[in-house]
């Protein structure tokens, strides 16, 4: 069965702080790893890495793929109010054809205070 | 949230009623997914669809179907349902098994 383990469940941090929320894996035939960001509703992108790509940045936002040690981070720095979501690590994995799926962690709950 | 639309966004209903809830897509993309979300959970994949009839179980598949007679809509029911089966349930799709774009999601609540 695969797993994904994401921690802290949650943190609590002061607007201008840096974060690093922490993802790890363990499945059979991994394809890709996958970061969402929800806020109220659904979910939304953030980052894909893969064997190819294995480091992402988008403005405060960047995260790593240790494929060694089968995990990710995904940094945040200099948070603001606006960040406080529900950080989601999810691993795409299978063995081919119609068989991958994503298997989500359970979520990291950030509060930014202002 | 833009070419998915989940219907209803807020249903209450009794135990042992049968519920249907939809999922319809304008993007046309391929793969299809149901999920519920329940706190210290996550997202738990319930079942997905890879082309029209073409379906198969994740990994909370009990007291779940659904079915996908056309590209842009996938419906999952619950046969009768359980207040087990409370839930936030979120329909995705994707073009190429990577990543996943949700739908706003339905507050289901079994009493």
């Known amino acids: 069965e695969d797993k994904v383990v994401q921690s802290p469940l949650s943190l609590v941090v002061h607007e201008g702080d840096t974060v690093t929320l922490n993802c790890s894996y363990e499945v059979t035939n991994f394809r890709s790893l996958l970061w969402y960001k929800q806020e109220k509703k659904a979910p939304t992108f953030l980052f894909m890495l893969?064997?190819?790509?294995i480091e992402k940045k988008s403005g405060r936002l960047s995260s790593i793929l240790d494929k060694k040690e089968l995990s990710s981070i995904l940094n945040i720095t200099a948070t603001q109010t606006g960040d406080s979501a529900i950080y989601l690590c999810a691993v795409e994995a299978g063995s081919g054809g119609s068989n991958y799926k994503l298997t989500f962690g359970k979520g990291t709950l950030l509060t930014v205070n202002p | 949230d833009a070419g998915i639309t989940q219907s209803p966004r807020h249903k209450v209903t009794e135990t042992g009623t049968p519920v249907t809830l939809r999922c319809h897509q304008t993007e046309n993309h391929r793969y299809m997914y149901w999920y519920r979300q329940d706190p210290g959970h996550g997202l738990r994949l319930i079942h997905y669809s890879y082309g029209v009839k073409d379906t198969d179980k994740g990994e909370v598949s009990d007291g779940y179907s659904v079915s996908r007679s056309k590209t842009e809509d996938f419906l999952l029911t619950l046969e009768s349902a359980t207040s087990s089966q409370t839930s936030v349930y979120f329909c995705a799709i994707s073009p190429n098994l990577e990543k996943l774009f949700f739908g706003s999601g339905t507050q289901l609540s079994v009493l």
């Open positions: 893969t064997s190819s790509g």
